[in-house]
C-alpha cells in the first residue's frame, strides 16, 4: 500500500543533542511537508518541499532544519537551537503542484521529548 | 488577514444524533477548503475538500459539508453520528490570491459521540 512513513514513533532528546526525523513516501508526490502540532493548537508549518534540491521555510523555521535530496525523503533535523522541542511531528505529502487543490496525506507522526 | 476558525473546542453529540462541526473562514480569493480527522496518537486524514462547483460536498465515512460563500462557512454534518466517529477535526483552507498556497489551519474541535 502507498502511504508515507515517519520514524521513530517516539523520541526522546538530551540537552545540546540534534535529532533526525525521519519521512519517507511511495505515493510518488512532488510535495512534502513538516508540521508540527502542540496541544489545543492546529498545525503549525515547518518546512516544505514543493520539488527535489529545493525547500521553503515555514512559519516557524528556527531551530529546525531539512533536506530533500530524494523524491521519496524529507528528513526533519531538531537541532539544540530550537529550545522547546516537546511536540508531535506530522510529516504530509501532496500531490499538488502549486495549485493548492489536492489533499495531503499525513504520516502517523513522530513524539519528541526532552530528557 | 487569512485565518480559519474553529468556534468550539468540543462538540457533544448522542449516538444517532446529527452532527456538526462548524468552520468559518476569512481569506482574500476564493478559498479552497478541506476537512481532515485526527484519532489519538495518529496522522490526520483527509475527509472531503471544496475546489469549486456543487456548494454541498461529500466526503468518507458519510460525512458532507455546505460551502457558504456569503457567510464564509464550511460545516461538516453527518447525519446520525456513530461512536467511532469521535475525534479531533481540523478545518483548513487554502487563498487562492495567496501565491504561497500553503493551507492555513484551524484549532480543532474535539467531537465526543455519547452511547
Known amino acids: 500500500d502507498g502511504g508515507i512513513t515517519q520514524s521513530p514513533k517516539y523520541l526522546f532528546r538530551k540537552e545540546g543533542q540534534n535529532v533526525t526525523l525521519s519521512c519517507e513516501q511511495n505515493l510518488n508526490h512532488d510535495a512534502m511537508y513538516w508540521y508540527r502540532q502542540d496541544p489545543g493548537q492546529g498545525l503549525r508549518l515547518i518546512y516544505y518541499?514543493?520539488?527535489?534540491?529545493?525547500?521553503q521555510k515555514g512559519d516557524i523555521a528556527e531551530g529546525y532544519s531539512v533536506s530533500r535530496e530524494k523524491k521519496e525523503s524529507f528528513p526533519l533535523t531538531v537541532t539544540s537551537a530550537q529550545k522547546n522541542p516537546t511536540a508531535f511531528y506530522l510529516c504530509?505529502?501532496?500531490?499538488?503542484?502549486?495549485?493548492?487543490?489536492?489533499?495531503?496525506?499525513f504520516g502517523d507522526g513522530t513524539r519528541l521529548s526532552i530528557l | 488577514a487569512q485565518s480559519v476558525a474553529q468556534p468550539e473546542d468540543q462538540v457533544n453529540v448522542a449516538e444517532g444524533n446529527p452532527l456538526t462541526v462548524k468552520c468559518t473562514y476569512s481569506?482574500?480569493?476564493?478559498?479552497?477548503l478541506f476537512w481532515y480527522v485526527q484519532y489519538p496518537n495518529r496522522g490526520l486524514q483527509f475527509l472531503l475538500k471544496?475546489?469549486?462547483?456543487d456548494n454541498l460536498v461529500k466526503g468518507s465515512y458519510g460525512f458532507e459539508a455546505e460551502f457558504n460563500k456569503s457567510q464564509t462557512s464550511f460545516h461538516l454534518k453527518k447525519p446520525s453520528a456513530l461512536v467511532s466517529d469521535s475525534a479531533l477535526y481540523f478545518c483548513?483552507?487554502?487563498?487562492?490570491?495567496?501565491?504561497?498556497?500553503?493551507?492555513?489551519w484551524g484549532a480543532g474541535t474535539k467531537l465526543i459521540i455519547k452511547p
Open positions: 481569506v482574500s480569493g476564493n478559498p479552497y
Open positions: 504530509a505529502s501532496s500531490s499538488d503542484r502549486g495549485v493548492g487543490n489536492q489533499p495531503q496525506h
Open positions: 483548513a483552507v487554502r487563498d487562492t490570491m495567496d501565491s504561497n498556497y500553503q493551507l492555513i
Open positions: 518541499s514543493q520539488i527535489v534540491n529545493d525547500f
Open positions: 471544496y475546489i469549486t462547483g
